[in-house]
């Protein structure tokens, strides 16, 4: 089964890192999803939720405030300017 490589860093740590089936993110231009075999992309995050889906495990859900998403190669790297884990309050 495919897999992608998640990296996601905030700009003073290390938040998480694994194998995952797919990710969603709040890119500037609207909300992008990722699957394995991806197009090559790198675009702006705004703020809101990545949604990352671990090949084994619960769903995960991040709130970013701003940042960037990288995909090559099945690798996704996001570098976001805050991470803080679980969904805000609507």
């Not at 089936?21 to 999803?33: C, F, H, L």
Request: proline fraction near 6%; charge should be negative; aromatic fraction near 4%.
């Amino acid at each position: 089964m495919a897999e992608l490589d998640v990296e996601l860093v905030a700009a003073d740590r290390s938040v998480w890192s694994g194998a995952a089936r797919a990710v969603n993110a709040p890119a500037s231009e609207g909300q992008v999803g990722i699957l394995p075999g991806h197009t090559p992309l790198l675009a702006l995050l705004k703020g809101g939720v990545v949604h990352v889906t671990p090949t084994s495990g619960a769903a995960l859900d991040f709130t970013v405030t701003g940042g960037f998403l990288s995909v090559d190669a099945d690798r996704v790297t996001i570098v976001a300017d805050s991470v803080e884990t679980g969904r805000t309050p609507a």
